[in-house]
């Protein structure tokens, strides 16, 4: 009988490419999952992986075993978790990736404080704007901005997000503060730049009016926490997602311009690599991480929605 100890070892070293990773995971030594590995290989009279002494790679067969084991053993976890009660602590190691400014202006407190309430559970957070393939990386989830393309992903909306634009108040009562989108082209605007590209096209939508203005500005950065800070040191005007400049806005370091025109919706989405069962501390994290981005909106002003004919194309890459 196969032991569910050599498939955990066995599905971890896949995902992580690496047996002595897997080892440090699981919490034993590089002997004894390398010893798992044999046995199961014993047993089952194939090959798993090819390996030297730093990588691990899996042979045809190890991929076709690793898919059909995988899922199985999640359900096992389910399984364990539910007949302990759905009050059991949960622990146990959270892969995930997120934009820069969403993982430090948001993100951050909200992995404090879900520890404070399960402190079994680790994060390994991978924080970049760059979009990373969930597929070939070992990565529970990702946080995202924007309309997704078609894929094998799994997505779920967490909610809807606006653009606004901020400046500081000693800004506004030196250079006055814009009401309308065309009053941003006497304005210095900070840019925020992806892929080579400047996004100096700013969209927004009054009712069913819509306008997009070309500004310009001084400053232009590819680091969209850059892009904050600079508003922030009173620099010029920022195209911020809410959700990045919430803090700001209450807290009265930042204030938003052109109140009454809103910016393109960027909505916020969780994706996760294919559609198998999740385990219970993520989902248990997503179920959180909803409910206080729920709780802030719910506190902020909720502006009306933009069309559903404006392009993504126009709001940007992300959340710059």
Same mark, same amino acid.
């Given at each position: 009988?196969?032991?569910?100890?050599?498939?955990?070892?066995?599905?971890?070293?896949?995902?992580?490419?690496?047996?002595?990773?897997?080892?440090?995971?699981?919490?034993?030594?590089?002997?004894?999952a390398?010893?798992?590995?044999?046995?199961?290989?014993a047993?089952?009279?194939?090959?798993?992986?090819?390996?030297?002494?730093?990588?691990?790679?899996?042979?045809?067969?190890?991929?076709?075993?690793?898919?059909?084991?995988?899922?199985?053993?999640?359900?096992?976890?389910?399984?364990?978790?539910?007949?302990?009660?759905?009050?059991?602590?949960?622990?146990?190691?959270?892969r995930?990736?997120?934009?820069?400014?969403?993982?430090?202006?948001?993100?951050r407190?909200?992995?404090?404080?879900?520890?404070?309430?399960?402190?079994?559970?680790?994060?390994?957070?991978? @924080?970049?704007? %760059?979009? *990373?393939? &969930?597929?070939?990386?070992?990565?529970?989830?990702?946080?995202r901005? +924007?309309?997704? =393309?078609?894929?094998?992903?799994?997505?779920?909306?967490?909610?809807?997000?606006?653009?606004?634009?901020?400046?500081?108040p000693?800004?506004?009562?030196?250079?006055?503060?814009?009401?309308?989108?065309?009053?941003?082209?006497?304005?210095?605007?900070?840019?925020?730049?992806?892929?080579?590209?400047?996004?100096?096209?700013?969209?927004?939508?009054?009712?069913?009016?819509?306008?997009?203005?070309?500004?310009?500005?001084?400053?232009?950065?590819?680091?969209?926490s850059?892009?904050?800070?600079?508003?922030?040191?009173?620099?010029?005007?920022?195209?911020?997602s809410?959700?990045?400049v919430?803090?700001?806005?209450?807290?009265?370091?930042?204030?938003? @311009?052109?109140? %009454?025109? *809103?910016? &393109?919706?960027?909505?916020?989405?969780?994706?996760?690599?294919?559609? +198998?069962?999740? =385990?219970?501390?993520?989902?248990?994290?997503?179920?959180?991480?909803?409910?206080?981005?729920?709780?802030?909106?719910?506190?902020?002003?909720?502006l009306?929605?933009?069309?559903?004919?404006?392009?993504?194309?126009e709001?940007?890459?992300?959340?710059?």
């Amino acid at each position: 009988m196969t032991s569910l100890n050599d498939l955990h070892v066995f599905v971890e070293a896949a995902r992580l490419g690496s047996l002595s990773a897997a080892a440090r995971r699981l919490g034993r030594t590089p002997a004894a999952a390398s010893a798992s590995l044999k046995r199961l290989e014993a047993e089952l009279g194939i090959r798993l992986v090819e390996r030297n002494t730093r990588t691990l790679r899996l042979t045809p067969e190890g991929m076709l075993y690793r898919d059909q084991v995988e899922p199985g053993l999640a359900l096992l976890d389910e399984a364990r978790h539910a007949i302990h009660g759905e009050c059991d602590d949960v622990g146990g190691e959270i892969r995930l990736t997120a934009p820069i400014d969403f993982a430090r202006q948001v993100l951050r407190p909200v992995l404090n404080d879900f520890q404070r309430q399960h402190p079994q559970v680790r994060f390994t957070l991978l @924080a970049g704007d %760059e979009v *990373r393939d &969930l597929v070939s990386e070992p990565l529970d989830l990702a946080i995202r901005f +924007g309309e997704l =393309p078609d894929s094998a992903l799994v997505a779920r909306k967490l909610l809807d997000n606006r653009r606004v634009v901020v400046g500081t108040p000693d800004y506004f009562e030196r250079h006055g503060r814009p009401r309308r989108p065309e009053d941003l082209l006497t304005h210095n605007c900070l840019i925020y730049m992806s892929g080579g590209m400047a996004y100096r096209r700013w969209p927004f939508q009054r009712g069913r009016q819509t306008v997009v203005v070309e500004v310009h500005g001084d400053r232009i950065s590819n680091d969209g926490s850059l892009v904050r800070e600079w508003a922030l040191d009173g620099a010029g005007l920022a195209f911020k997602s809410e959700l990045d400049v919430r803090a700001d806005l209450a807290a009265g370091r930042l204030a938003e @311009a052109c109140k %009454e025109w *809103r910016g &393109l919706s960027l909505p916020l989405h969780v994706v996760f690599p294919g559609g +198998g069962p999740r =385990p219970v501390r993520v989902r248990r994290f997503v179920e959180f991480l909803r409910a206080r981005l729920q709780q802030g909106e719910a506190a902020s002003r909720c502006l009306p929605g933009p069309s559903p004919g404006q392009r993504q194309a126009e709001s940007g890459p992300g959340p710059g």
